[in-house]
């Protein structure tokens, strides 16, 4: 058998970087997280429209079920961004709900009074442009899961022509919420900005403990829908969420039932905020909750 394609000699050359070990089936050395970041840095262009790329990955990753599912959780994560569904316009404002949401949040982590923030699930890197702004934060980290939002962020921040005092103030690490790392402990505050929502249970469950257990920053905001206002939607269609790759939507009942828990458990605070355009019977269009930690004694 033959195949025949025209292609740059850069894309044939990941192909068989990546195909070359997977026709074999296996590898002759230690497979570990960071052959997930290899594999997604050298099928960026391709393996995710791939017809076979769960067999790819599967065999790539030796076999390894908890790899394979961070590898294919990254490529299905960044389908998700092509598939954008979500409406949430300010109606009479005009303005896109994100970019109040972000400048919120950017608002509270200054009040807060914290130097070192960590964006967790940060996207396409659009708070860390704003906390980069604010000299106030001493250390900036971006994690995300998608390696491509990372790509896309490092080139909208222009990290590499950074001046050098800006440059050594941020970071981006691709990361997953449902494992225990360590590069992101020790920072004084962290945003979660609607990322919970496209999290199964439990993986929930995982991210809570990252989060709250073990990264444990002094003060954590996050941001979900508000799963009541979307009745407000011109498309509205009962059972249908904002976005395709959602997997639950919460009530303000909902989210503060969640945030009162993780509070008693982890030993925080909370208190819970209203995001946007508010309507008297179904309250804001999305919903953050504050958690600060509490001092011992």
Sequence with gaps: MSLQNVITLQLLLTHLYVLIPVCDNDKHYWVGSHEVEKLLEKGKDWLQMHPARELITLRYLKHQRYLVNEALETLLID??????TEEEIIPEQKVRLHDVRIERVKQELLQSGVKTVVDLGCGEG???????????FEQILGMDISYRSLEIAKDKLKIERLPPGKKERIKLVQGSLNYRDKRIEG??????????EHLDEPRLASLERVVFEFAKPQFVVVTTPNAEYNIKFANYKEGKMR???HRFEWTRKQFEEWGNRIAGKHKYSVTLHAIGETD?????????????LLKEG
């Design 187 to 196: 920072f004084e505050g962290a945003a979660l900005v609607e990322v919970i």
């Design 280 to 292: 008297d019977e179904v309250g804001a269009l999305s919903q953050m909750a504050l958690f600060t």
């Design 126 to 136: 659009k708070l860390l442009k704003l906390l980069l702004a604010e000299k106030q």
């Design 79 to 84: 389908e998700a961004v092509d598939d954008e």
């Design 243 to 245: 976005h395709s790759d």
